[in-house]
Nanobody, 126 residues
Framework: EVQLVESGGGLVQAGGSLRLSCAASGLTFDDYAVGWFRQAPGKEREGVACLSSSDDSTYYRESVKGRFTMSGDKFKNTFYLRIDSLKPEDTAVYYC???????????????????WGRGTQVTVSS
C-alpha cells in the first residue's frame, strides 16, 4: 500500500519561501506521477505541480509558474515542492498524491490520483 507523508508547512511571511517534502513508500509502479495539490478554505482542491517518474518531467499550474519548483529523489522516495515569493493566496493545505498510471493529461485531475497524504498546512501572513 502506498503511503505518503507531507511535511514542511508552517506560518510564513509573504515573500518568504518554503520547501515541502513528501516521503513516499510503496511506489512499485512502472510509470507513476507524484502531484502536489492544495485546498484553501471553502475552495476546491487544485493541482499545482506534478512530476512524472519516467523522465522527471514536471508540470505546473499556470498561476504558480516561476514561483513553484517541484523535484524528486526517487532513490530516497522523497518529493519536494519549493515555493518562493509566497503570497497570502498560497495559504492552503498542501497534499502530496500519487497517480499510479500516469498519462500527461492526468496532470491535475484529482480523480486520477489514487493515493493521498494527510496534507501539510501552509499559512502565509500579509
Amino acid at each position: 500500500e502506498v503511503q505518503l507523508v507531507e511535511s514542511g508547512g508552517g506560518l510564513v511571511q509573504a515573500g518568504g519561501s518554503l520547501r515541502l517534502s513528501c516521503a513516499a513508500s510503496g511506489l512499485t509502479f512502472d510509470d507513476y506521477a507524484v502531484g502536489w495539490f492544495r485546498q484553501a478554505p471553502g475552495k476546491e482542491r487544485e493541482g499545482v505541480a506534478c512530476l512524472s517518474s519516467s523522465d522527471d518531467s514536471t508540470y505546473y499550474r499556470e498561476s504558480v509558474k516561476g514561483r513553484f519548483t517541484m523535484s524528486g529523489d526517487k532513490f530516497k522516495n522523497t518529493f519536494y515542492l519549493r515555493i518562493d515569493s509566497l503570497k497570502p493566496e498560497d495559504t492552503a493545505v498542501y497534499y502530496c498524491a500519487v497517480d499510479p498510471v500516469w498519462r500527461s493529461w492526468h496532470a491535475f485531475m484529482v480523480a486520477e490520483y489514487d493515493y493521498w497524504g494527510r496534507g501539510t498546512q501552509v499559512t502565509v501572513s500579509s
